[in-house]
């Protein structure tokens, strides 16, 4: 590699470097300003998306469960499993 060549690469490197420096900063500083999506907000956004492609989904079974009442009733499901004996 002659001089020249390798004083262009060094100018790209700086650059780019000088270019993610920048674009570091502008994300850092968009992470700041974004507040957090609402349960309400993502549920109309995915099903308004959904819609849109075509998806007919259908709604089998809904629970609401709060606090230690939720953990204990995924614990009694995964309890309440049974594996089929196979002969």
Do not use: C
Not at 24 to 33: A, C, I, S
Not at 40 to 54: E, K, P, Q
């Amino acid at each position: 590699m002659s001089n020249q060549e390798i004083a262009e690469l060094r100018e790209a490197v700086a650059a780019l470097s000088a270019t993610v420096e920048d674009l570091t900063r502008e994300v850092q500083t968009l992470r700041g300003r974004i507040d957090p999506i609402d349960e309400d907000t993502m549920m109309a956004i995915a099903a308004g998306v959904s819609a849109y492609l075509g998806n007919r989904a259908k709604i089998k079974q809904v629970h609401f469960h709060t606090g230690r009442a939720w953990a204990q009733a995924g614990r009694t499901e995964v309890q309440r499993r049974q594996v089929p004996h196979v002969r």
